[in-house]
């Protein structure tokens, strides 16, 4: 990305403010595409990932959880096929000295295209009002139809050239497309090379017994590894899952989207095994439940859609994306991959173990199939948190920064204020937290008029306010404030718990899938 978007900058700049994304190193400048989360941050990381998990693990009893090393023998990155394949073609521009992914360059050239077509859309949209059928429109309209048959041109050949290794096909696409370099506007480019996104590292004392290693570029190999082994010790019948969330590395050549595009991030990943024959029905399976999982937080369902893969990964027999509708528009957030039984095949054939299960119901062994769900954890955050931050109008003509993250991911649930610091407010405010801070992560603060305090906790997504004045002396009640709505209730601090239960409980949630 050359430039960001405001909003993007708005996001980056909030982040930190308000304590949730910091850059790594910082006072040394920082490291490139490494970042710290925050103490905002690790809350609204760690409640996502236990969403994630919830829904994943926890409601369904035929998956299970694990939590492999990251460090792993090096011949399982020979058996997956990462050693030799985990390359992203680059390219670099020789005025600006910049080096961009090939397929990222043409793959920004088709959005553009789309850009144009949905352009057309909401225009004749406007135009015809509510007469208006959009798919009519855009498989009659000839500008339309001319726009995307030369995106998915364009997208075919360069799956196709990708797939054969087609390089030097790969430049003379965007040599075609007249792409020039977002930073220098110049079309001098050098030749495609592939680039392995593995970081090496070494385990061992002396430099000549130590051993090559790699960081895990995927959380998915510990999976398969283990495959076997859960499958004894927990009993378990196929189909069935494991899932696990943790660090990978890769060494991008672009990471300039902030926490989009990390060296290093962790992912939240479920492989689920099934029966030869039936992954076609589990990967449709997947991709609904996965888009439900989503939309169950209520971001706008208008901000997702899948994109089916042309060029498919060298262990896949289908792949789609879906993506959501980021800042820079939309992009990959998770990965639905039927992966054949390419890894369990792998790994037996490079260890000489049998990784197979036998079927008891058929009394037949055989390698079972996989349909794996993978989602990047940073790239989720940055999903609810750039959907979450808007800029509010309000009546007497101010404005309120709000981030309206899901309740149920909000790092602080309560702010507790007693209106003054004086009159035993603030005695009663405490003993409001002491009693909420065994169910929910709550917060003091007394300093400034109340109306700032309020502000404040809207900007970090804090869905409830809870203010201590002189009445609550006399009759035990309190005004709770809503976050998004700003109305204020009067109620007694024994319903304080109910209430923000109701809005933060995970099932409310989860059961509008
Ligand atoms: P991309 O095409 O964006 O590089 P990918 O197809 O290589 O992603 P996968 O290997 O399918 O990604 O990984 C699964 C998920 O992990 C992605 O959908 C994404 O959410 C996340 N992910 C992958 N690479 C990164 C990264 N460098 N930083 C943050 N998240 C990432």
Sequence with gaps: MAQ????????????????????????????????DYAQNGVALKKNIREYWWKSMVQLNENIVGID?????HPTIWKASGHVDAFNDPLIDNKVSKKRYRADVLVEDYVAKIEAKVEKEVSKAAKRFGDSFDEAQFKSTNPRVVGYQEKAVAILKRLGQSLE?????DVKALIEELEISCPESGSRDWTEVKQFNLMFGTKLGASADSAMDLYLRPETAQGIFVNFLNVQKTGRMKLPFGIAQTGKAFRNEIVARQFIFRMREFEQMEMQFFVKPGTQKEWYEHWKETRLKWHKSLGMGDENYRFHDHDKLAHYADAASDIEFNFPFGFKELEGIHSRTDFDL???EEFSGKKLQYFDHEDNTSYTPYVV??????????????????VEEELDNNTTRTVLKLPAVLAPTKA???PLLKKDGLPEVARQIIEDLKWDF???????????KRYRRQDAA??????????????????TIRHRDTMEQQRVNISELKAIINKEVDAKNWLTTM
């Design 164 to 168: 054969k290794e087609d390089l030097v």
């Design 415 to 417: 702010a507790v204020f």
């Design 4 to 35: 960001q978007s405001d909003q993007f900058k708005k996001v980056i700049s909030h982040a930190k403010e308000y304590g949730f994304v910091f850059p790594s190193s910082e006072i040394y400048d920082g490291l490139s595409a490494v970042y």
């Design 372 to 389: 794996e769900t993978s989602i990047g954890l940073d790239r989720m955050f940055l999903a609810v948190f750039s959907n979450s931050l």
């Design 68 to 72: 492999s090393a990251i460090f792993m």
């Design 441 to 451: 992560n709550v917060f003091y603060d007394e300093k400034d008029a109340v109306g």
């Design 345 to 347: 095949k792998a790994h």
């Design 461 to 478: 997504g804090t869905p409830f306010c809870i203010t201590v004045d002189h009445e609550t002396l006399d009759n035990n009640t309190v």
